[in-house]
């Protein structure tokens, strides 16, 4: 669990978020940073999608469903399988860089 602006994020919240939306692999990272006086939450998540339409689509949903289930904004990426680290132990999925 992390608290982002105010607000409880935990990963089981995220992984329920991006299985239900067409195209999100389960990979993800989330890396959080303050910049201008806010915190930013980027998020990392795999996908197949090749096109960059198709890419931008994808993102725009995470963002929009994120906000309205977790009540957060945050900057999606969409990047291509195999890109986000794996690990044959538990996978670090948050990287907290506001310390």
């Given at each position: 669990?992390?608290?982002?602006?105010?607000?409880n994020i935990f990963p089981g919240q995220i992984e329920e978020v991006l299985k239900d939306i067409d195209g999100a692999s389960s990979e993800y990272q989330i890396f959080i940073d303050h910049a201008d006086g806010k915190d930013?939450?980027?998020?990392?998540?795999?996908?197949?999608?090749k096109t960059k339409k198709d890419r931008h689509a994808l993102?725009?949903?995470?963002?929009?469903?994120?906000?309205?289930?977790?009540?957060?904004g945050v900057v999606p990426k969409a990047v291509?399988?195999?890109?986000?680290?794996?690990?044959?132990?538990?996978?670090?999925?948050?990287?907290?860089?506001?310390?």
């Open positions: 669990m992390v608290k982002v602006k105010g607000v930013v939450i980027t998020l990392f998540v795999e996908t197949p999608l993102e725009k949903a995470i963002k929009d469903r994120i906000k309205s289930v977790i009540n957060v291509e399988v195999g890109d986000l680290p794996r690990s044959e132990k538990k996978t670090t999925r948050v990287f907290d860089y506001r310390y």
